[in-house]
């Protein structure tokens, strides 16, 4: 391992940290996380990993403790949990919320730092996260950490989103297609902004597909990844269960009654946009697109006409940590 | 550009190569355990491939559906045909297999004939895709499963990546971005078939009145390590080295990105510059693999669609 390949020692900034607890992000916890996995996947997954009755693990940045209940099925008989998660008020609320899932085993949920786990060296069967290493500004080193509390042959297992991907191929949908320019316009926007996101130490939303390189320069070993097989496909009228929760996420995107919370997200957006060096004057025009689309896409949903489909770049990631050395 | 040119004769060497190479490896074992059931799969079905080359789906799901079953593949390429059959000898125990040379657009078969009518990769190569797939419907029984595995090849281009490379500029991005849009415009036009076939076929069930439509994408990801050890990581490997290092096949590729963009009205000086970008990378790709330094990690958007025909 040559040493630029070594996580940076300078601790990181505090900067630009989300608060995890606060409404619009802790909806994402819940919002996004429903619907995410097919059961049939989610049992393949669990033989692919070779998670076992009776393991320990720790889930890193636990929000509500997704990662536990997902896979609780799989490990969770004399197992133990181990949830961590920087936000207080977060920890104590899936400790609340596993007494309805931590059964015939135990769940236990601690306040601490990605960086500085507070456990002992070799010390989990497994060590996972979803959604965190996207947020983090590096990542590296919050791997190389959960690499340090896993047990010698233990597993890594990361869920993370390529969602600079997903921005960038956009799907099929009712929408029409926007125009060349517009499209490029499109597409510089999501590149810019996720330097500007890198930059601003908010993490790298394409950190997906990354990640088995860099457990592979941690001497991770049987490193392997793949894909949840399941599709964002929306189509009228609506009837299933996933397709009511499908359509209740497009509008909370978009409907006018959301209209703050739209307005926040791309104020958040510019920012990012600025920052990765973008100018101002072209972010005013991707706004001009995105208030046209979006009269569009409320009519369309007032209509019962809105149909999407197109997949969400989520990858499963693992790796073992060596036996020896 | 005239028809003949435009053409793909599947039984070529280049092409045919794909039927075997590309397929090679395309889904985990278990993917297609969870698919079949997923598909309600049966032994004793009938099934008909549409576009079946060498009989890539008939073997794929033989075990699912075999015992008992038959399978009809069709293709346009006598040539394939007759290799097919020559394989299905080796694979298609406990069960029938037979293959007949015909028109997606117009299959050999009554209405109401099959459980199970599918096509891999096939509606992305047509100029009406529509069309087939209501032919797919006609022949299959009311209540028969319609199923496509079709990519989206456009998404899967503007979302590559190449972990081990220096970031592309900006400009050098939105320049491939714009090349593949293009191109895809222009294959369309060209008659071609679209791109991006694999995320618009749920739509094109529906209306084309099937119902139960669901849909999934391959869960396999691409990864390619170093050193390369293992069949499968060896299998990768040979695969990159054709795709980037085999002159031939590549100046192929690229003479087929040219026609299509320029078809698509690209700017002939826009394609000059990608060309020199496309080399820049090869060139890199190159060193890295032969420096033992490359890596590979993605997905390719695999969509598998199925829908089901009404009872009445």
Not at chain 1, 94 to 105: I, L, M, T
Not at chain 1, 127 to 146: G, I, R, S, T
Not at chain 1, 216 to 230: S, T
Request: some cysteine; overall charge negative.
């Amino acid at each position: 391992m040559s040493q630029d390949n070594l996580p940076e020692a300078d601790p990181p900034s505090a900067e630009n940290k989300i608060d995890w607890s606060e409404e619009r992000w802790k909806e994402m916890l819940v919002y996004q996380r429903k619907y995410m996995w097919f059961e049939d996947t989610l049992d393949k997954l669990a033989i692919w990993l070779d998670l076992k009755p009776g393991m320990t693990a720790v889930d890193v940045g636990c929000g509500l403790g997704y990662l536990g209940y997902t896979y609780w099925l799989y490990y969770g008989k004399g197992g133990r949990y181990f949830g961590v998660d920087i936000s207080n008020e977060l920890a104590q609320d899936a400790k609340k919320a596993s007494k309805d899932w931590a059964v015939s085993g135990e769940a236990f949920f601690i306040t601490g730092d990605v960086y500085k786990l507070p456990f002992p060296d070799d010390f989990a069967d497994c060590v996972m996260c979803q959604a965190l290493l996207m947020h983090l500004e590096k990542p590296e080193l919050a791997l190389a950490e959960m690499i340090r509390v896993a047990k010698p042959g233990g597993l890594i297992m990361c869920h993370e989103p390529d969602n600079l991907s997903a921005a960038l191929e956009k799907g099929h949908s009712s929408i029409p297609e926007l125009d060349l320019e517009e499209q490029l316009l499109s597409s510089k926007t999501v590149i810019i902004s996720n330097k500007g996101r890198i930059k601003l130490g908010r993490g790298d939303q394409g950190i997906g597909p990354k990640i088995p390189m860099m457990m592979k320069k941690m001497g991770l070993e049987e490193i392997d990844l793949r894909l949840n097989d399941r599709v964002f496909h929306l189509e009228p009228p609506y009837e299933s269960p996933i397709q009511k929760h499908h359509l209740e996420s497009v509008k909370k995107r978009w409907l006018p009654e959301n209209e703050k919370n739209f307005q926040f997200w791309l104020e958040r957006e510019r920012d990012e946009f600025i920052a990765g060096g973008g100018q101002p004057e072209e972010y005013d025009r991707i706004l001009k697109v995105v208030d046209r689309v979006r009269s569009i896409y409320r009519q369309q949903i007032e209509n019962k006409e809105f149909f999407f489909c197109g997949t969400s770049h989520l990858y499963v990631i693992k790796g073992r940590k060596r036996l020896t050395g | 550009m005239d028809q003949d040119k435009k053409r793909i004769d599947w039984s070529e060497k280049c092409w045919k190569e794909m039927l075997v190479y590309q397929r090679k490896s395309m889904w985990l074992e278990d993917t297609l355990d969870k698919f079949a059931a997923w598909l309600g799969l049966k032994p004793g079905m009938t099934a008909v491939d549409v576009g079946c080359g060498l009989g890539y789906l008939g073997y794929t799901y033989w075990p699912y559906f075999g015992k008992g079953g038959r399978y009809f593949g069709v293709d346009i390429s006598p040539e394939l045909i007759r290799e097919a059959e020559d394989i299905a000898k080796e694979w298609s125990k406990g069960g029938e297999a037979s293959f007949k040379v015909g028109d997606a657009y117009n299959l050999p078969f009554p209405d109401d004939f099959a459980d199970l009518a599918m096509c891999h990769i096939v509606l992305i190569h047509l100029e009406k895709p529509e069309l087939a797939l209501a032919e797919m419907i006609r022949m299959a029984k009311p209540g028969g499963l319609i199923m496509c595995q079709e990519p989206d090849n456009v998404s899967t281009m503007l979302t590559r990546q190449y972990p081990s490379m220096p970031d592309l500029e900006i400009e050098e991005q939105l320049l491939i971005a714009k090349i593949v849009i293009t191109y895809n415009i222009g294959r369309i036009k060209l008659g071609l078939g679209d791109w991006s076939i694999g995320r618009k076929i749920p739509r094109m069930m529906k209306k084309l009145g099937l119902s139960n439509i669901g849909v999934r994408i391959n869960d396999r990801a691409y990864y390619l390590e170093p050193p390369y050890e293992g069949p499968l990581q060896q299998y990768h490997l040979e695969w990159a080295k054709k795709k980037y290092l085999d002159e031939n096949q590549h100046q192929t590729w690229r003479d087929q990105l040219k026609d299509g963009f320029l078809a698509g009205g690209g700017d002939p000086e826009d394609f000059r510059r990608y060309r020199e970008l496309d080399d820049r990378i090869i060139s890199i790709v190159r060193r890295q693999i032969e420096d033992g330094e490359y890596f590979e990690c993605g997905s390719g958007d695999m969509y598998v669609i199925r829908g089901r025909k009404p009872l009445s």
